[in-house]
């Protein structure tokens, strides 16, 4: 199973790249992580560029996007939201309309950040506008706090429990694009959240 990896961040030393390393190492087996770099390498979105054909970088990232089965995104938070590449490519993945890059296609969603509430905003507004784009988005948070100090050098996550989290969120999204679960399911479980509503870690 291939699991394409967004990461929301383009500095060369991404905590949430790290992030989507650690959690690459975290799948079952059988499934891969394959980070893309797309993101960076994307236009504005421009319905001026919805031409045939469209830009070479846009159609590589609809190509990624549809050949996989699964997606992980990681995403800092930037002014209480997701970052401007990350809100770009989930842009150009809603289209083509009536038959988006990532229409259906399951989604996860996990972030790092220096503060104390571990870009669990960005998180939130990322499974709202994959969710509105038509994606079974899972209803898992993994807000890293602390981030600088939260990774060993291997990468892996310091705290044993944040770790099991991660754990937890990267099976849910193998057993849904799998078909093992369903949302209503994974919705059940206790750690559950709502797309668009208040981080549980924050409303906390």
Known sequence: MKILGLCGSLRSDSLNRRLLEVAGRSLPGGAELDITTHVGDLPLFDEDLEVDP???????????VREADALLVASPEYNGSLTG???NALDWA???????ALGDKPVAVIG???SRFGAAWAQAETRRIAARIGAQVVPLELP????????????ALRDPELAE???????????????RTDLDTLADHDD????????????A
Do not use: M
Not at 94 to 100: F, Q, Y
């Open 144 to 155: 890293v706090t602390e981030a600088p100090d939260a990774f060993t050098d291997g990468p």
């Open 85 to 87: 590449p990350l809100k």
């Open 112 to 114: 790092a950040s220096p």
């Open 54 to 64: 469209l830009p070479d970088a846009v159609q590589a990232f609809h190509a990624a």
């Open 192 to 203: 559950a959240v709502e797309g668009a509503a208040t981080p549980p870690s924050i409303a």
């Open 94 to 100: 809603s289209r083509p309309g009536g038959d988006p």
């Open 165 to 179: 989290r991660l754990e937890r969120l990267v099976a849910a999204l193998v057993d849904l694009a799998d078909g």
